[in-house]
């Protein structure tokens, strides 16, 4: 199998980002967003997922952290689409259920080629620490549509924000890992009947 990895660079008159990853790797991540939240976020999908991130994000923070969190999921999800191509050979389909403490998340991902989102999470406040919770389906919603995958997340049960927001990252990071490996049965052969994702 080719190396999996990519590197994406975004420019825009509100932000300036660079992805580059390694869905083979070992969990590596050094993250430089000017959001530490979300660089915590992200910091549990590359351990969880084994997949090695770079990510240097400037953006127009002095408004407010929107257009960086919703760029940098767009520019990883190009990164990401970029780094699976024809994805031959792979298991196609991921789930993941984790839970912290009080908390409980459910990830379903399908790399199904078509990008669709249901979210359905319901945080107890609306800022953890200075960061919007709004913000974190924006940052899903913009890797769905430039991943070009199919993406179910839901919390099942929680009190506490941060602990929600964590199981779903976590539950991504271990989705995506499970839909990344590669089948030995599958051979080199796309997991579809269409014959193409």
Same mark, same amino acid.
């Given at each position: 199998? @080719? %190396?999996?990895?990519?590197?994406?660079?975004?420019?825009?008159?509100?932000?300036?980002?660079?992805?580059?990853?390694? !869905?083979?790797? @070992? +969990?590596?991540?050094? !993250?430089?967003?000017?959001?530490?939240?979300?660089?915590?976020?992200?910091?549990?999908? /590359?351990?969880? &997922?084994?997949?090695?991130?770079?990510?240097?994000?400037?953006?127009?923070?002095?408004?407010? *952290?929107?257009?960086?969190?919703?760029?940098? +999921?767009?520019?990883? +999800?190009?990164?990401?689409?970029? /780094?699976?191509?024809?994805?031959? +050979?792979?298991?196609? $389909?991921?789930? /993941? $259920?984790? %839970? !912290?403490?009080?908390? #409980? @998340?459910?990830?379903?991902?399908? !790399?199904?080629?078509?990008? &669709?989102?249901? $979210?359905?999470?319901? $945080? %107890?406040?609306?800022?953890?620490?200075?960061?919007?919770?709004?913000?974190? &389906?924006?940052?899903?919603?913009?890797?769905?549509?430039? *991943? #070009?995958?199919?993406?179910?997340?839901?919390? #099942?049960?929680?009190?506490?924000?941060?602990?929600?927001?964590?199981?779903?990252?976590? /539950?991504?990071?271990?989705?995506?890992?499970?839909?990344?490996?590669?089948?030995?049965?599958?051979?080199?052969?796309? %997991?579809?009947?269409?014959?193409?994702?």
């Amino acid at each position: 199998m @080719s %190396p999996r990895t990519a590197q994406v660079a975004r420019n825009t008159k509100e932000t300036r980002i660079t992805v580059e990853i390694n !869905l083979d790797g @070992s +969990g590596a991540c050094a !993250l430089e967003t000017g959001i530490p939240f979300l660089e915590h976020m992200l910091e549990q999908v /590359a351990r969880h &997922g084994l997949i090695d991130l770079t990510i240097r994000a400037e953006g127009d923070l002095h408004i407010d *952290a929107h257009h960086t969190v919703e760029d940098i +999921g767009i520019t990883l +999800g190009q990164a990401f689409a970029k /780094a699976v191509a024809d994805k031959k +050979g792979i298991r196609r $389909y991921g789930h /993941a $259920y984790v %839970p !912290l403490d009080e908390a #409980l @998340s459910r990830v379903v991902i399908d !790399l199904s080629g078509r990008p &669709g989102i249901e $979210y359905h999470i319901e $945080y %107890p406040r609306a800022r953890i620490g200075d960061f919007d919770v709004d913000l974190i &389906g924006e940052f899903f919603q913009g890797f769905v549509n430039h *991943a #070009l995958v199919t993406l179910h997340i839901d919390c #099942l049960r929680g009190k506490n924000a941060h602990h929600i927001a964590e199981t779903v990252f976590k /539950a991504f990071g271990r989705a995506l890992r499970m839909a990344l490996e590669v089948d030995t049965r599958m051979g080199a052969v796309v %997991p579809s009947t269409k014959g193409s994702l």
